[in-house]
C-alpha cells in the first residue's frame, strides 16, 4: 500500500511536467526543413589496432566556457574535412580511418539558416548555481513500469557496457557520445566488445494503486494515456546486443577532449543484429529560443540510481554553434544519452520527437576567480546531420531534409 505522503509528490509531478508544455503550446513550434550539405566518404585507410588501455571516463570537462567557444575561430572548409574525418572500429579489433569531402556547405554561413531568428542567436542566459551536477532541487524522474518503460520514447533509450547511455536512431543504430568509447588518445577497455543493453522487466509488475493520467498527458510528460505506477524496487534486467563497429569523429580524437574536440563528443555503433524496437529521428538542432518552452528532454542511466531509467527535462541556457549549455541535473552514467525536442512536424501533420543533440556531461570552468559549472550537450548541426545519417542510411539521398 503507497503511503498517503507520497500522494502530493506525484500530483506535483503531473503539475510540474503537465504546465510547462501548456505555457508553451502557442505559438506552436515547429520543425523547419532545411537543405542538408553531402558528406561523403573518399579515401579509407588501416591504422594499428588500438591498444584499449584505459577505462572509459563518464564525465569529461573542458577549461573553454561558453564565451571560449564564442570567440573561437571559426573552422575553414579544410578544417571541417580534418574534424569530420572519422575513424572506424570493428568487432575483430581492425581500425580504419576515412577521409571525407563535403559538398554544398558555405563554412562561412550560419550553421542552421532555416532556423535563423534574426538575433545574435545567444539563448538566455542561464543562473550560475554551484552545486556539482544536481542543480538545487533533483528534477529527475525514475521511470518504472510496463507501461511507460518499453514504450516509446522511453524505449530508445540504452546502457552501453562502458557505463554510459545511448539512443535508438536506426533499426540497429545507437548514438551516443565520443567518450563513452575513446578517451582523446585511445579506445577505452570494453570498446572492442561493447555491448548494447535494452532494460527488460525481470518479474511481473507488482501492483500498485494506479494514479490515473490525463488523457493527451503521453503529449506532456513523454509516457502514454495509460496509467501511471510509482516507481518501486521491482528487478530489472538488460538483454544485450553487441555493436558491429563503432564510428567516431576525428574532431574528438584530435581534439583530445579539450576545446574544440568537445564539438565533437558523438559516436555511432551499428549493432550485430536489428533491436525491433521503435527509434527516434534525427533532427538538426534548433537554436533554444524555438524550442516549446525553451526545454530540452532526454533519459539515460544514472549511476546513482542503478538498474533505472532516468526522465528529466530542463530550460537550455547558452549556446554556441556546436554546443549547448544547461541545467539538467544529471549524474555520470547518463552521457551519451540524446536530447530531444518534440515540436509539429507540418508536412506530416503530426507531433514528432528528434534527437537534436547527446547529451556530453559535467564541466567545471574556473573565470576570473569564480567557478560556473554547466551541463553541456553536442549540437546536431546540419554538417554533423549528414555525417550521422550518412552512417546511419549508408548513402547521401536519403539525408538530404533534416
Request: charged share 25%; proline share 7%; aromatic share 10%.
Amino acid at each position: 500500500m503507497r503511503s498517503k505522503a507520497a500522494l502530493p509528490r506525484f500530483a506535483s509531478l503531473l503539475c510540474l511536467l503537465f504546465l510547462p508544455s501548456v505555457l508553451s503550446s502557442s505559438p506552436r513550434r515547429q520543425w523547419v526543413l532545411q537543405r542538408i550539405p553531402v558528406v561523403l566518404p573518399q579515401q579509407t585507410e588501416a591504422r594499428p589496432t588500438p591498444q584499449f588501455l584505459n577505462e572509459a571516463r563518464l564525465d569529461v570537462a573542458s577549461p573553454c566556457d561558453p564565451e571560449c567557444h564564442k570567440t573561437a575561430p571559426r573552422p575553414s572548409y579544410w578544417d571541417l574535412r580534418s574534424l569530420l574525418a572519422y575513424e572506424t572500429l570493428d568487432s575483430n579489433g581492425q581500425l580504419t580511418e576515412t577521409a571525407i569531402g563535403i559538398y554544398g556547405y558555405n563554412p562561412y554561413s550560419n550553421t542552421s539558416p532555416a532556423y535563423s531568428s534574426g538575433s545574435s542567436g545567444k539563448a538566455e542566459r542561464s543562473h550560475v548555481r554551484r552545486k556539482r551536477q544536481i542543480f538545487g532541487h533533483d528534477g529527475r524522474f525514475s521511470i518504472a513500469g510496463q507501461n511507460f518503460l518499453l514504450k516509446y520514447p522511453f524505449s530508445v533509450a540504452v546502457k552501453l557496457s562502458t557505463g554510459c547511455s545511448g539512443t535508438l536512431v536506426g533499426d540497429r543504430h545507437v548514438l551516443t557520445a565520443a567518450h563513452c568509447v575513446h578517451d582523446g588518445k585511445n579506445y577505452v577497455k570494453g570498446a572492442q566488445r561493447l555491448r548494447v543493453g535494452f532494460l527488460k522487466p525481470k518479474q511481473r509488475d507488482v501492483q500498485h494503486s494506479p494514479i490515473y493520467l490525463p488523457s493527451n498527458f503521453t503529449n506532456h510528460v513523454e509516457g502514454g494515456p495509460e496509467q501511471y505506477s510509482p516507481p518501486a524496487n521491482d528487478k530489472m534486467k538488460f538483454q544485450w546486443i553487441r555493436a558491429k563497429r563503432t564510428h567516431v569523429p576525428k574532431g574528438w580524437i584530435k581534439g583530445n577532449a579539450n576545446d574544440i574536440g568537445m564539438d565533437y563528443d558523438y559516436a555511432l555503433l551499428e549493432l550485430k543484429k536489428p533491436h525491433k524496437r521503435r527509434h527516434m529521428k534525427l533532427g538538426v538542432s534548433p537554436p533554444a529560443q524555438r524550442l516549446p518552452g525553451h526545454r530540452v528532454h532526454f533519459s539515460g542511466f544514472d549511476n546513482d540510481r542503478p538498474g533505472q531509467l532516468v526522465y528529466r527535462f530542463c530550460r537550455a541556457g547558452e549556446e554556441t554553434s556546436d554546443l549547448l549549455y544547461q541545467h539538467c541535473d544529471a549524474q555520470p552514467g547518463a552521457s551519451g544519452s540524446g536530447v530531444y525536442a518534440r515540436m509539429w512536424d507540418g508536412r506530416r501533420r503530426r507531433w514528432e520527437r528528434k534527437v537534436i543533440g547527446v547529451f556530453s556531461g559535467h564541466q567545471w570552468v574556473e573565470k576570473k576567480g569564480t567557478s560556473q559549472e554547466f551541463n553541456v550537450a553536442v549540437r546536431i548541426t546540419p554538417l554533423k546531420y549528414a555525417q550521422i545519417c550518412y552512417w546511419i542510411k549508408g548513402n547521401f539521398v536519403d539525408c538530404r531534409e533534416g
